[in-house]
């Protein structure tokens, strides 16, 4: 199986998808000639041209807006927010428009749109550029959310995503577009509300998904090395959660970890942890750990911001701690 | 003689001097904090080259009692402000939110997010006036940022409030790989005129012009006659950030018809055919700007690495409430002494 990183796994999905339907285009700040701040869109523009590609005036209201118009007439928009953090100039297109006008017109439109846009961060670009949002939209009804940490699964939900009725908020990472993998070539779904077991143990369940699911996995790697199994559930559909791996997982272990790179409180986490007590009590043998970035804005520089984002440490330090081992 | 055009009127020789070695001194700022990013010292550097001109003329424009509401770009604008290099470039190493008090220097934070401080701006000059002061709004930012609603919405109610507002847009034709005809298809300008106000468009690399609009504009602010919407038509000569590579996107020969407009090259020009200019002040302006640069390095380097949770903790609340504090010293328990 060829090995891609998650960068090219979503450009060939976006290309895959742009190839078998004409319907399938894309708009966003500097994604044409540009090849998108981020390069995820490298050479679409070359390839499908301006008509199917659009380098869009700076307002992301508006991108988010006419791609809802655009979806709602029978095509199949992929909007790229250049950070998450600039979609907040869209919210009301997103929780208003998009998530509510199925619901609002009584079925009689549907909206089939993408929005792509990194979270997270770690590349030094300042508060307003580093944050994660995923739990803010993974709360509205209506919209689905997913958030991938392998090339393989970026590919596959891209594509489950843009094939998808439904608006889609496709949650990526800065800091995982180098990360590799194997990626199956050509048709490969993934669908959007299944969540999947990555690694097997038995001592205690990391749940993790985007960059931490990569955390999650090298901190199991140390863990075993110390004699502790550590089981990983990737958590990549975010809206609807699909708890059924987690909680075979607790069943097991009787432990959880969860992780997730953006602030803890009214969290990602604390939906896990919620559903997990409600599901799953008697099954637990300590109270579910939550991590998180510390509660501050992300600092710019490059050392402090590295220290309020969740690491491999901060994962290790748990796990013994929750096993009693430090 | 050429003839002295009308917009160095009110300007004595020293000012108009003065002019010019602001926009030598800020372009030798501007090189040196690149040099400094490339060696590794600054996190990201945004070049203003070619914007010497606008950036200086709308600064000294203005009254020191007004206030300025940049976008990220203006640091020549914050060093006519009187605001130190070297403490500044500290932001730009990551050492510090907040190297400048913006109550002294009436100089607000550089925005990140784009066109957001346009609103700010309005309600901050609505403000001036509810308090009953005579100070105006500079708002400076981009070609690009007009195209988010914010700038609209802020457009329009500062046109209806008639808020002491001068807007300059930096036409400087690029939004990072994105030219100006594909931000807008119209005019920046003639927008003004259906918000209700003026709006001109001028060379923007043309010190004295630039000074001329926004004084006029400054004055009618002060004078209870509303908002006007300067576009000063500039170029970047340089790439969006130190992150970017503008040859992926844009010709050298593109640059070629703005390199012989050189702001501060026509000025000089200027200047020596007024006699107002001679090679011995200009080689101590150079000098004196060499010096600048000197002093900038130095001080950065001197600038003291911040403790962390001081950093990451003091400045997210005025008053940080205790459950904060608590978290802050849990935080700080799982720190790693540094060396
Ligand atoms: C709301 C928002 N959207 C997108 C960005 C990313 N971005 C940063 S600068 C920039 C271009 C701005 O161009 P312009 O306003 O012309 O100013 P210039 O950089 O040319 O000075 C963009 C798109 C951002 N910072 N904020």
Redesign the interface.
């Known amino acids: 199986m060829p090995v891609l990183n998650i960068r090219e796994a979503l450009n060939q999905a976006l290309r895959e998808e742009m190839i078998r339907d004409e319907k399938v285009f894309l708009l966003g700040?500097?994604i044409g000639?540009?090849?998108g701040?981020f390069k995820v869109t490298r050479g679409l523009y070359k390839e499908f041209g301006e008509r199917r590609v659009l380098?869009t005036?700076?307002?992301?209201?508006?991108i988010v807006g006419t791609a809802i118009g655009a979806a709602m007439a029978g095509l199949r928009p992929v909007a790229e927010m250049m950070t998450v953090?600039?979609i907040l100039?869209a919210i009301d297109q997103v929780v208003n428009a998009a998530a509510h006008i199925h619901y609002m017109f009584g079925g009689g439109v549907k909206v089939p749109l993408v929005i792509r846009a990194p979270g997270g961060g770690g590349h030094?670009l300042?508060a307003?550029?580093s944050h994660s949002h995923e739990n803010w939209f993974a709360h509205v009804p209506g919209l689905k959310v997913v958030a991938p940490g392998t090339p393989a699964d970026a590919k596959g939900m891209l594509k489950a995503a843009i094939r998808d009725d439904n608006p889609v908020m496709f949650i990526e990472n800065e800091g995982t577009y180098g990360v590799k993998g194997d990626v199956p070539e050509g048709e490969h779904l993934v669908p959007l509300d299944r969540n999947e077991i990555k690694r097997e143990g038995d001592d205690l369940t990391i749940c993790a998904y985007s960059r931490m699911l990569v955390v999650a996995m090298d901190a199991a790697r140390d863990l075993e090395a110390d004699g502790i199994s550590a089981e990983v559930v990737d958590m990549r559909a975010l809206r609807p959660l699909d708890m059924g791996p987690a909680l075979e997982s607790v069943r097991k272990t009787g432990r959880v970890i969860t992780v997730e790179e953006g602030w803890r409180s009214f969290g990602v986490g604390a939906e896990i942890a919620s559903r997990i007590y409600e599901e799953a009590f008697d099954d637990l043998d300590a109270p579910v750990a939550r991590l998180g970035s510390?509660?501050?804005?992300t600092?710019?520089?490059?050392?402090?911001e590295k220290?309020?984002f969740p690491g491999k440490a901060?994962v290790v330090v748990t796990a013994r701690a929750l096993l009693g081992r430090n | 003689m050429a003839e002295k055009p009308l917009a160095a009127d009110g300007l004595s020789p020293q000012q108009l001097l003065d002019l010019y070695r602001k926009m030598v001194i800020i372009r030798r700022a501007d090189q040196e904090a690149l040099n400094l990013q490339r060696q590794g010292e600054l996190g990201l550097w945004g070049q203003f080259l070619g914007q010497e001109a606008t950036q200086v003329g709308a600064t000294v424009a203005m009254e020191s009692t007004d206030w300025i509401v940049p976008s990220y770009r203006e640091f020549g604008m914050a060093m006519c402000r009187g605001i130190d290099p070297g403490e500044m470039l500290g932001y730009f190493r990551g050492l510090t939110h907040g190297p400048w008090d913006p109550r002294r220097y009436r100089f607000l934070p550089f925005t990140i997010s784009v066109a957001t401080q346009v609103p700010h701006a309005v309600g901050f000059a609505m403000g001036c006036r509810l308090e009953g002061s005579r100070e105006v709004v500079l708002c400076v930012f981009g070609d690009g940022a007009t195209s988010e609603g914010d700038w609209h919405e802020a457009m329009n109610f500062a046109g209806v409030f008639q808020a002491p507002v001068v807007f300059l847009c930096q036409n400087n034709q690029w939004a990072i790989s994105v030219p100006l005809r594909r931000q807008t298809a119209g005019s920046i300008a003639e927008r003004a005129q259906g918000y209700g106000f003026a709006g001109v468009r001028i060379d923007g690399n043309d010190v004295l012009a630039v000074f001329s609009a926004v004084r006029s504009a400054a004055d009618r602010a002060r004078r209870g006659e509303g908002p006007s919407l300067i576009e000063a038509v500039t170029y970047r000569m340089g790439a969006h950030t130190s992150a970017d590579d503008p040859t992926r996107y844009r010709l050298d020969s593109d640059l070629a018809p703005w390199s012989s407009r050189d702001p501060i090259e026509t000025y000089a020009a200027w200047l020596r055919s007024q006699a107002l200019l001679d090679e011995g002040q200009a080689d101590s302006i150079d000098a004196e700007a060499e010096g600048m640069a000197e002093a900038m390095r130095g001080k950065l380097r001197r600038l003291p690495l911040p403790s962390p949770a001081a950093s990451l903790f003091d400045r997210v609340y005025h008053d940080p409430p205790a459950s904060f504090l608590k978290e802050r010293e849990e935080f700080e328990a799982t720190l790693e002494p540094v060396e």
């Open positions: 700040e500097d000639l540009y090849d701040s380098d005036p700076i307002a992301e209201e508006i953090n600039f100039v030094q300042g307003q550029h510390a509660e501050v804005p600092p710019y520089n490059k050392r402090l220290i309020t901060d």
